[in-house]
C-alpha cells in the first residue's frame, strides 16, 4: 500500500486546501478513495466531539465518564479522539498534523501504532513539520506547487528552504511606560494544585522577574495550561495560594481586569475569537486597548506604531486587508505582534508555533528572540516542541509523579 504526505506551508494563500482534500477534490489519490470509509484525525474533528460534550455532557470520546472531555488536557483529548477513529475501523485515515501538542513519548507511540495500522490502512498525512513525517510515506504533495515529489527531494528542498529565510533586526518601540510594576512580576511559593481529589502540582516554587525569558514545559498533562490559567486566567485554583502577581496577592486588589492589562497574551485558540472583518492594521491596534478588534478610532499615535509594526513584519502593503483572509503565518505574526504591541511587562505565548511548517517557526523564534533582547518585557513561552534557535534564559520544567508534578529550573 503507498501511503503519501500532503505538505501546506503557513505562507499558502489557500487556507480551504485542506477542506477540499479531506472532500477528495483536490488531489487525484484522494479521489481513489471514493466509496471506502475514511475517517479523518483533526482538530476539527475534536473540536466537534468537544461542541457534542459542552451541549448534552457527555461525548463518544470520553472513556471516564465522570469527567467531561474539556477537562482533559490537550494531549489526553487528541489520544482519545484517535482511539476512538480507529475503533471505527476505517479503510483510510487522514491525518491532519497528528503530532501537535504532544509530548515526545506519546509522539514515539503514535508512530508505532501509525505504523502497524500502515499495513492495513492507508494514510494520508496532511504535514507542516518535516520532523513529523511518518516513515512509511512513499510521496509528498507539495500543496503550493500541486505536485508529487519523492520523500528524498522532499527532505532536500525543505533544508534549503529554510536557509533562505528572512530576518527581523528590531522592534517598534513601546507606546509608553508601565508604572510601579515590581522586579517580581510572578511569584509561587510551595503551591499545590489538585483537581478531584488528583494531585496535579506539587510544591511549585518559582519568580519571574522584569525581562526575564522563560521556557515551561513538561509533558502532555504535567499541569503547565493550570499554571498558565492561574496566573492569566481566573482559574479558582489561584485562590489561597501563594500567588503573588505584580506585587499583589492573586485575588486581593487587582482585578482579573487590571492583570491583564499588564499581560500580552497569544494562544492559537484566540485566533477563533477574531471572526469579524476587522483588518490587519485594527487588530494590531486592538492590541494598545486590550479589546478583539477594535471598536473606536485609532489615535495618531497609535496608527503611528501600527505602521511601524507592518513594515517590521513586511505587511505594510497589506494593512487593509481583512485579518482572516491572510495566510496562516501572517495571521500568527499579526495576534503575535498583537500581544507585543504594548511592550507589556508580561508576554505569555501559549504553544506559539502550533500547525507551522519549519520556515514559519524559524521566522516565529527570530521575532520572539528579538523581542526578548530588546524589550523590557519578560517572556513566558509555553511548548512542547523544542524550536530551534528560541533563546530562552531559563525552562521551568514539570515532572509527573503520582503526588502531582514537580518543577526544576534550567539555566541555559
Ligand atoms: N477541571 C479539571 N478537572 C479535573 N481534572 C483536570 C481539570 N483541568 C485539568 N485537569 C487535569 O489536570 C492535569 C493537568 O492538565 P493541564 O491541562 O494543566 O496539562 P498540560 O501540561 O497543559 O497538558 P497538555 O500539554 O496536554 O496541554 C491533566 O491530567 C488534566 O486532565
Redesign the pocket.
Known amino acids: 500500500m503507498k501511503h503519501f504526505a500532503i505538505h501546506a506551508t503557513g505562507h499558502s494563500e489557500n487556507n480551504r486546501f485542506e477542506q477540499q482534500l479531506l472532500n477528495g477534490n483536490a488531489v487525484p489519490a484522494l479521489s481513489d478513495l471514493k466509496g471506502k470509509e475514511g475517517v479523518v484525525f483533526s482538530e476539527a474533528v475534536l473540536e466537534k466531539f468537544l461542541e457534542e460534550d459542552y451541549r448534552h455532557g457527555y461525548s463518544k470520546l470520553n472513556a471516564e465518564k465522570d ?2 472531555i ?9 489520544k482519545a479522539l484517535l482511539i476512538y477513529l480507529l475503533n471505527q475501523k476505517p479503510d483510510f485515515l487522514i491525518l491532519d498534523n497528528p503530532f501537535d ?3 515526545r513519548e506519546s509522539v514515539k507511540m503514535l508512530k508505532r501504532r501509525f505504523e502497524e495500522i500502515s499495513e492495513k490502512v492507508l494514510i494520508v498525512q496532511l504535514l507542516k513539520r518535516t520532523e513529523d513525517l511518518l516513515p512509511f510515506v512513499a510521496e509528498v504533495f507539495l500543496s503550493e506547487e500541486q505536485k508529487f515529489i519523492a520523500v528524498d527531494d522532499f527532505l532536500k528542498l525543505q533544508k534549503k528552504n529554510q536557509q533562505d529565510q528572512d530576518l527581523f533586526t528590531e522592534i517598534p518601540p513601546a507606546p509608553g511606560e508601565y508604572v510601579d510594576i515590581p522586579e517580581m512580576l510572578v511569584e509561587m511559593k510551595n503551591v499545590s ?1 489538585s ?2 481529589e ?1 494531585p ?2 506539587k510544591n511549585i516554587n518559582w519568580s519571574i522577574k522584569k525581562g526575564e525569558f522563560w521556557e515551561l514545559s ?12 492561574m496566573i492569566y486566567g481566573d482559574n479558582p485554583k489561584a485562590y489561597g495560594v501563594d500567588l503573588f502577581l505584580f506585587g499583589n496577592r492573586k485575588g486581593s486588589g487587582e482585578s482579573v481586569w487590571d492583570i491583564k492589562k499588564k499581560i500580552g497574551y497569544f494562544s492559537p485558540a484566540i485566533t477563533e475569537l477574531f471572526k469579524g472583518t476587522h483588518t490587519i492594521e485594527q487588530m494590531l491596534i486592538s492590541g494598545l486597548v486590550d479589546s478583539v478588534g477594535l471598536y473606536q478610532k485609532p489615535s495618531d499615535k497609535q496608527l503611528f506604531l501600527a505602521q511601524k509594526w507592518l513594515k517590521t513584519l513586511g505587511l505594510l502593503e497589506k494593512k487593509n486587508k481583512i485579518f482572516r483572509s491572510v495566510p496562516l503565518l501572517q495571521q500568527r505574526m499579526i495576534l503575535i505582534a498583537r500581544a507585543m504591541i504594548k511592550h507589556p511587562p508580561l508576554l505569555i505565548l501559549d ?1 506559539p508555533s502550533t500547525s507551522l511548517d519549519e520556515k514559519s517557526a524559524l521566522t516565529l523564534t527570530n521575532l520572539i528572540n528579538i523581542f526578548s533582547e530588546e524589550s523590557e518585557t519578560a517572556i513566558l513561552y ?1 511548548s ?1 516542541r523544542r524550536e530551534k534557535g528560541l533563546n530562552p534564559q531559563f525552562v521551568l520544567e ?1 515532572t509527573p509523579s503520582a503526588e502531582g ?1 514537580t518543577a526544576k529550573v534550567i539555566k541555559n
Open positions: 469527567r467531561s474539556r477537562t482533559f488536557s490537550s494531549g489526553e483529548k487528541r501538542c504532544l509530548d494544585v483537581y478531584n488528583k496535579i502540582l513538561g509533558p502532555n498533562g504535567s499541569g503547565k495550561t493550570t499554571l498558565l490559567d504553544e509555553v512542547h514539570l508534578s
